[in-house]
């Protein structure tokens, strides 16, 4: 279920490639950004609407965990984690270019009404588990971003104890962990789907709305 999440935390950067191919340095630590409660529906094969006027918008297939527990330093992820899923960080790219170079916050970029779908969420099988599989990203049927979490920059550990230290996690927070590289753009009439080694776990066609 959607309907408790609290916090929704992300992660910047967290792939060298997914860096490299955007022009950004890599970071020395987590880059942290949050996008609203509001953002996130579930990604279950129905339509979303995505503006349609705000030049490009762009899709960043995500691992995303959910906190079972209040952090207390020293804590594992397997013991503080209880669930996971796959989504999509969209992203109003024309818009977050702008608003870099002017050092403005990146809420207008990222966190727009359906930018954060999500799959259903599975137990979380330890993060040792997660190692073992990839996650495919497909667009009208062709794939377009294959990730494995054990190319990311920080690991889930790293992100938990980080994200905990500074702003604090407790049950019914999820943290959308990072992108692989392979981003790019969706535009009305787009079907995108979510894929765990090679299982289809949630799908979604692209309207463009006027915003």
Same mark, same amino acid.
Request: proline residues 0%; negative net charge.
């Given at each position: 279920m959607l309907t408790n999440i609290r916090n929704v935390y992300c992660v910047g950067r967290n792939y060298k490639l997914h860096a490299e191919e955007l022009g950004n340095a890599v970071p020395d630590e987590p880059m942290i950004f949050m996008k609203p409660s509001h953002a996130v529906v579930p990604l279950n094969g129905d339509t979303l609407q995505l503006p349609a006027t705000k030049g490009e918008v762009h899709y960043e297939a995500e691992l995303v965990v959910q906190?079972?527990?209040g952090y207390e330093p020293g804590m594992t992820v397997d013991e503080l984690v209880d669930a996971y =899923?796959?989504?999509?960080?969209?992203?109003l790219r024309d818009v977050q270019t702008v608003i870099k170079k002017k050092g403005h916050p990146w809420t207008a970029a990222k966190g727009f009404k359906n930018s954060a779908p999500i799959t259903a969420f599975q137990t979380f099988p330890g993060a040792q588990a997660l190692l073992e599989k990839d996650f495919t990203l497909t667009k009208n049927g062709a794939e377009v971003q294959r990730g494995n979490i054990r190319n990311m920059i920080f690991s889930l550990q790293d992100i938990v104890d980080y994200v905990g230290h500074h702003y604090g996690l407790g049950p019914g927070d999820v943290i959308f962990t990072g992108t692989p590289e392979g981003v790019g753009p969706t535009v009305a009439g787009d079907v995108l789907?979510? =894929?765990?080694?090679?299982?289809?776990?949630g799908k979604c066609t692209i309207a463009a709305a006027v915003q």
């Open positions: 906190i079972g527990r =899923a796959f989504g999509i960080d969209f992203t789907e979510l =894929a765990w080694d090679g299982e289809s776990l």
